[in-house]
């Protein structure tokens, strides 16, 4: 079975500050990795994805991730953000559902970005 | 191109009733999943149809059913209606090929009384 776990469900930072959201995820095959943006009462916008290759991922609006095999983990990072990236991120991912193949996706619990000035 | 609609919007029912969702993919994709996300399970996935047949499904009761058409326009239905099912329902479509991109609708917001 696969799971997700985000660390942190809350990160407050000030603008143009650093940023980094943790993801560990758990997964007996190989997976493919999401990190998806949801702005208040809005539906989910793709930021990055994992799929093979360089394991440093670049997205978009200035934010990237690190895929680490060895430590099952897959934090999103911006070096400096701003109070429009206030918004729940979720770290997903993408395998078998209960022994069936398919682009399911298994979220974790969500990690709220409050940037401040 | 036109991103992944749902309809209606928002809802209000009442315990007991059933309530049929509907969502219409981006042109071209021929998968669809549906999601559950509530405050306090976060998003779950409740299934996923492929080519007019339900590919995938989560654990969710069987008063949570759904179907594809042939123009890969989709409908959930829930049936017997609890307050638990109080939630927003995101639909996503994808060209439904391993590690293919969900886009995301809006959502309809379902409210049980």
């Known amino acids: 079975a696969q799971s997700v776990t985000q660390l942190d469900s809350q990160v407050p930072v000030f603008e143009e500050a650093p940023v980094e959201l943790r993801c560990n995820y758990s997964s007996s095959v190989s997976v493919y990795l999401f990190w998806y943006v949801q702005y208040p009462n809005q539906g989910l916008q793709l930021l990055l994805k994992?799929?093979?290759?360089?394991?440093l991922v670049k997205g978009i609006n200035g934010f990237e991730a690190e895929f680490n095999k060895s430590q099952t983990s897959f934090h999103l990072r911006k070096p400096s953000v701003h109070i429009s990236d206030t918004a729940e991120y979720f770290c997903?991912?993408?395998?078998?559902?209960?022994?069936?193949?398919?682009?399911?996706?298994?979220f974790g619990k969500g990690t709220t970005l409050s940037v401040s000035s | 191109k036109a991103g992944v609609t749902q309809t209606p919007r928002y809802l209000i029912k009442t315990r007991g009733q059933q309530v049929t969702l509907s969502c219409s993919p981006i042109?071209?994709?021929?998968?669809v999943s549906w999601y559950q996300q509530t405050p306090g399970q976060g998003l779950q996935f409740l299934f996923e149809?492929?080519?007019?047949?339900?590919?995938n499904k989560g654990n969710f009761p069987g008063r949570f059913s759904g179907r594809q058409f042939s123009n890969s326009r989709s409908e959930m239905n829930v049936s017997t209606l609890e307050l638990g099912d109080s939630a927003l329902y995101l639909c996503?479509?994808?060209?439904?090929?391993?590690?293919?991109?969900?886009?995301f609708g809006p959502g309809t917001r379902l409210t049980v009384t």
């Open positions: 042109s071209g994709h021929r998968s």
């Open positions: 149809y492929f080519s007019e047949t339900q590919r």
């Open positions: 994992y799929l093979s290759g360089s394991t």
């Open positions: 997903a991912v993408s395998g078998a559902v209960g022994g069936q193949a398919g682009t399911a996706l298994i």
């Open positions: 996503a479509s994808s060209a439904g090929t391993s590690g293919s991109e969900q886009y």
